[in-house]
């Protein structure tokens, strides 16, 4: 076996070198004698850690096959192709991270916690999600033995703060935009608070008048999400195609550029920290302060998680009304409420019910 490290010196002193990774260490002494035993005890504690390394990789090989040769190329490739849709886009995006280009070429069970928190370093926020969850799936798939990096020493995640459009932003928008299509798609983003992707994805059968209903299924997580509309929500619809997509030209268009484009008009305008996102967080902030129900706020963002409903509304500047007042409004039929079925799961089962 080829020795790991090798000897030499500079001006009195005497320096090893690792032959694989070209990394220098002084050995601090100018005796050759003494450099020379320093150097023997490092390439026989590089031998022996390599002939550990050979018999763990026999008995992994008897479990596993695979195990020993496995990288991370691999696993990755593996939940790529375990996702669909958006998602399954995301993780692509994912594998084209710069700061995880050095971990597809290294083996599972070789890598160490050092090369993670060089690439944690140099990585972003995304980086830091997506190399999380690969480290997890690898460990639910017991292609990791142990964790890499103990929980406590992965960095917290921070994301950038988020923030929900203002009516004053929504309508400057509205007002300089020319295109229709355009123009009703962020219309009905303040009305309905979806997603992007799930409002382009909106087909006319989604809508029953007859109920004054918008049904779809998330794109992200498959969940159903359903509203009720009234009257500003009914004269955008309106104006939408009566049979088929109600977008045809944005749900051709990709999400990052449907993006950009929005950013584009809010940049012209001098908007600024408001992405196409901040529709839903408008929505839910709305919601809250005019006290719509959780439960009904869960039900239309699509979203089984009431943390999730909170999270997007927490920075409503809620007014809780006297309860009495509340009572009086409610029985005198004057209170500023939508009014919706009480049980919005058999709402839900009707509407999929085939016909």
Partial sequence: ????????????????????????????????DEATRQLHAKNEAAKMGSSNMQIARAYMGAADPDMPLRTWQVVIKTVIDS????????????EKDKAMAPLWKLRVVETRAHQLLRMLQNG?????????????????????????????????????????????????????????????FYELAWCLGASQTDLAFLHAEDIDWKERT????????????LQHFGGE???????????????????????????????????GLGIAGVTLHSYRY????????????????????????????????????????????????????TENVVQIPQDIDLEMQRLQAPH
Avoid at 154 to 169: C, D, G
């Fill in 282 to 333: 408008g929505w839910a902030e709305r919601a809250a302060e005019c006290g719509y129900p959780e439960r009904h706020s869960q039900s239309a963002l699509g979203h089984g998680s009431k943390a999730v409903a909170r999270a997007y509304a927490k920075k409503a500047k809620v007014k809780a009304p006297a309860l009495e007042d509340y009572e009086k409004a409610h029985h005198n039929g």
């Fill in 83 to 94: 996702k669909k849709g958006p998602n399954q886009t995301r993780w692509k995006n994912a």
């Fill in 214 to 225: 918008v049904f779809y299924r998330r794109k992200k997580n498959g969940r159903n999400a």
């Fill in 1 to 32: 076996m080829k020795p790991a490290f090798k000897l030499y010196r500079r001006k009195k002193i005497y320096y090893c070198e690792d032959i694989e990774s070209g990394q220098q260490e002084s050995l601090r002494t100018s005796d050759r």
């Fill in 124 to 184: 972003t926020v995304s980086t830091n999600v997506f190399l999380r969850r690969l480290h997890n799936f690898a460990q639910d798939m017991s292609w990791l033995p142990w964790p890499i990096l103990p929980k406590k020493l992965w960095p917290k995640v921070v994301y950038q703060e988020k923030r929900a459009i203002t009516k004053e932003e929504h309508l400057r928008i509205v007002a300089r935009e020319k295109n229709p299509e355009r123009r009703d």
């Fill in 233 to 267: 929500t009914a004269a955008v619809l309106n104006r939408r195609p009566k049979v088929g997509p109600l977008f045809p030209y944005l749900i051709t268009v990709r999400e990052a550029d449907r993006a950009s484009e929005f950013k584009q008009r809010c940049t």
